[in-house]
Nanobody, 110 residues
Framework: QVQLVESGGGSVQAGGSLRLSCTASGFTFDDSSMGWYRQAPGNVCELVSLISSDGSTWYADSVKGRFAISQDNAENTVYLQMNSLNPEDTAVYHC????GGKGTLVTVSS
């Protein structure tokens, strides 16, 4: 059974940092592309970042230069380091496509 569990969310002030984690089970992690998605209240789900099996990365323009995605194949975990957070980053962050699963809430106050 495929399972993805996110953690690391919280409340921070603008300019702060958080590191999100997504631990996967039930599939071969290092053969897969993994991503982070987010959904703010009243908004659609948006793709934030991707990391492919060869380590190449992609970022949405809104987070480029501030966020960094990485993965630890031995731990079956993908991370999202988020720096210079601003209130527009407030959302539930998911590593399940289409913002499935429970996600982890990030709240950034001004």
């Amino acid at each position: 059974q495929v399972q993805l569990v996110e953690s690391g969310g919280g409340s921070v002030q603008a300019g702060g940092s958080l590191r999100l984690s997504c631990t996967a089970s039930g599939f071969t992690f290092d053969d897969s592309s993994m991503g982070w998605y987010r959904q703010a209240p009243g908004n659609v789900c948006e793709l934030v970042s991707l990391i492919s099996s060869d380590g190449s990365t992609w970022y949405a323009d809104s987070v480029k230069g501030r966020f960094a995605i990485s993965q630890d194949n031995a731990e079956n975990t993908v991370y999202l380091q988020m720096n210079s957070l601003n209130p527009e980053d407030t959302a539930v962050y998911h590593c399940t496509p289409a913002c499935g699963g429970k996600g982890t809430l990030v709240t950034v106050s001004s």
